[in-house]
Structures are given as C-alpha cells and as structure tokens.
C-alpha cells in the first residue's frame, strides 16, 4: 500500500518528455550531444530526464555503452541522491541520465535583496549526496550556492556529501606571485570544507597543488581522454601531428597530452605576461612547419594567450591549428579573437555552459557528463579508477 501511494506521488511530481524537451535551451544540432545508456533503465531512484538529443554523439570510447556499469555497481541504490545548482543544469542531468537516476528535487532562489535561498524538497537523511555545482562566472554567485546547498545537506543529516566541481572557480590564484596577494585558491577550499563537504571531485585543476589546499579527499579528473577520442575520430596523420603548450607552466598538461596521440612531438610557445589577462608572446620552442598544431590548455578565459599563439604558429608555417581546452570560460572578446579565423577548430567540453549567442562555426563541444557520472558511481562504491579500463579516470 505504501509503495503505490509513493509511487503515485512520484508520478504526479515528474515532468512529461515533451514538457522536458520544450524547457531545453535549443542549440544547433552539430553543438548538441546524446547521453547513451545501455540497457533499459529500471531503477527504484525513479526515471532518467531525457538528454539533449542529436545523432553524432562524442564520447571516449572507454566509456562507451558497451563498457560501463561494471558488475561490481550497485545501480539500484536508492541511497545515492543527485543534486544540481543553478551554474550548469543541463550538465548535471546529463550525469542523471548516464547513471539512470534522477535529479533530487531541489528549490533555489534569489531574494530581492541578492541573498539565496535553497530547500531541499526530499529527505537525504543517511544519503550519499552529490552536489553539481562549478563556480563559473558568476563565481561569487555560483560558489555561494554551492556553499549554502553543501550547509543545506549537512542539516539535513546527509552521510557524506561531496561536491563535484566541473570547474573550480579561484584556482589560478593559487600562490603568492607578488607580495601583499591573497592565496584565494586556499580560501575557497576552506570554505567549502567548513561548510560541511566531506569529499570534493574535481575536473582538471589548473593547478595540481590545489588538492592540497583542501583538508578533505579530493578526486581529480581530467577532460583529456573526451577530447582524445574526439582528436583520434579526425584520422589526422599522426606524422603531421605536434602538440603545443601555450607557455611554459602548462609542458606537463601538453607532454601527457602528446604522449596520448601517438607520441607526438612538443612545442612551446613562450610568453611574458604583464597585466592579468593580457599576454604577450615572445617566441616558440619547437618546428611547427607544416604540421597539424593542437594548441592544448586547462581553460579559455579571454582567448588572449591562445590567439596569440596560434598566430605565431601560423606564421612559423602551421598548416592548420586546433585549440583544445576543457573550460570554455569565454569572457569578452574571447569570441571574437576564437572566431576569427585563426583555428580550424576550437575543441572545448561543457564543464561551464555556453550561451546560444557565443557559438561561431569552429566552435565544438563534448560532454563530460559520462566521465564525471563514472566516477561518482565509483566514489559512491568505494571503487578505485586505477585499472583499465578507467585508469585514464585518474581515481586513486
């Protein structure tokens, strides 16, 4: 008797699929992308919300429908809870559907007055929860509902709540560059460790060192094996390829990059910055001649560091140049200077949403969506990514 009335409730409370697909934002279909599922979905949690549609869906392979949801996960659950901010809605249903669960029910608001306001509509008492929120622009706002949802979870008596990050905001303040800084990095990480977070997972830091800075388990992931796939889908001649650091701090991120697409060779463009977000560059370290220059970085802000570099690429005789990057946070003119014909294609993921208005033609967008659900159904079991097929998840 009381499974019927609970499942009457639950049915009065869903969203038709034609409602659902009406309330979507609509992008070109070349922009959008498809959330595969393997099997029918059959879980008490309740039913997926229907994904962006479209008919060329790009996802690494690993990850595949014929690949996930090992033996070992427990995909009926009912203690595992889902919930998404405001920062990146579509994102976070697009986990929901990966992991045939549904998105708590959640109500968040602004008061006249700027304060935010969150209740959560279900209990979450003895759960696992799960907080999708990145702190992209606006990061203040973003980041303190994250922190306010994180305070919500905690009174209302959660087992463990982690934060999932697909962006963490304030991460390249994350050392002492001139006296008299704030290390800001550190700051927020305090912030969401007092406010109740026991584990945080995040998608490619812009810095390795600000795991660090968090007093609670971190999981790190990286967006690169989603772009690799991508890359690898392009039949580009491996010989034509050369992997490009945009300055000197991101070698590493760029060597690994390299050594994932064949070994391929490395190039480094040197840059002097004097005033944030404006970057000069001076000269590149490497043959680009008449290669296929794949210009690798953690984030696109304005597009100045890229643009420039792929400038001096094509002068020193780049045959076509790719800019690949897993934050897109486009503050103005990155439009502009990503669209202006310097690259063949701009390569990004939907860690942050891209409004309608910021796309140009080179611009393609991939979705993490399958990657961060794989993980959290790991961190959820207490599995480990560090065999194949997911040591590539980078779990430890």
């Not at 996802?59 to 949801?69: A, E, G, I, K, Q």
């Not at 305090?190 to 600000?210: F, M, Y």
């Not at 001649?289 to 005789?317: C, P, S």
């Amino acid at each position: 008797m009381a499974s019927s009335l609970l499942g009457l409730c639950s049915s009065n409370l869903l969203l038709s699929s034609a409602t659902l697909l009406n309330t979507l934002p609509r992008f070109p279909l070349r922009h959008r992308f498809r959330c595969n599922v393997a099997e029918p979905l059959k879980f008490e949690n309740g039913k997926p919300y229907f994904p962006l549609l479209t008919t060329d869906p790009a996802l690494p392979t690993f990850l595949s429908s014929n690949s996930h949801f090992p033996s070992d996960v427990n995909k009926n659950d009912t203690r595992l809870r889902i919930f998404s901010g405001t920062a990146n809605p579509a994102l976070s249903q697009e986990i929901a559907c990966y992991m045939g669960l549904e998105l708590g029910k959640i109500k968040i608001k602004r008061f006249a007055d700027g304060e935010i306001y969150v209740q959560l509509q279900e209990s979450v008492r003895g759960c696992d929860v799960f907080l999708v929120q990145p702190t992209c622009p606006p990061a203040n706002e973003n980041l303190m509902e994250l922190l306010i949802m994180i305070d919500a979870c905690r009174r209302a008596s959660a087992k463990n709540i982690t934060a999932v990050i697909p962006y963490f905001g304030y991460a390249r303040a994350d050392r002492k560059t001139q006296g008299r800084e704030s290390i800001a990095a550190k700051l927020v990480a305090n912030l969401i460790t007092e406010a109740g977070a026991n584990r945080v997972l995040a998608c490619d830091l812009h810095s390795g060192q600000s795991m660090g800075y968090f007093d609670i388990p971190v999981d790190h992931v990286y967006g690169q094996p989603v772009i690799l796939d991508y890359l690898a889908s392009k039949t580009i001649c491996s010989d034509d390829l050369v992997v490009v650091s945009p300055d000197v701090g991101g070698v590493a991120r760029a060597r690994a990059f390299a050594k994932k697409l064949s070994d391929a060779p490395l190039a480094i463009v040197d840059k002097r910055r004097h005033v944030h977000n404006v970057a000069e560059v001076m000269n590149l370290i490497g043959d680009v001649n008449g290669k296929v220059a794949v210009m690798v970085d953690d984030m696109i802000d304005t597009a100045g560091t890229i643009a420039k570099g792929a400038a001096l690429l094509h002068q020193e005789g780049a045959r076509e140049v790719y800019a690949c990057s897993t934050h897109a946070v486009f503050s103005p003119p990155a439009i502009e200077r990503l669209s202006s014909g310097l690259f063949q294609e701009v390569i990004i993921t939907n860690t942050i949403p891209v409004l309608e208005q910021n796309y140009f033609p080179q611009l393609t967008v991939l979705s993490v969506a399958n990657l961060l659900g794989e993980t959290i159904w790991r961190v959820h079991d207490d599995c480990s990514g560090g065999f194949e097929p997911y040591s590539t998840l980078g779990i430890d």
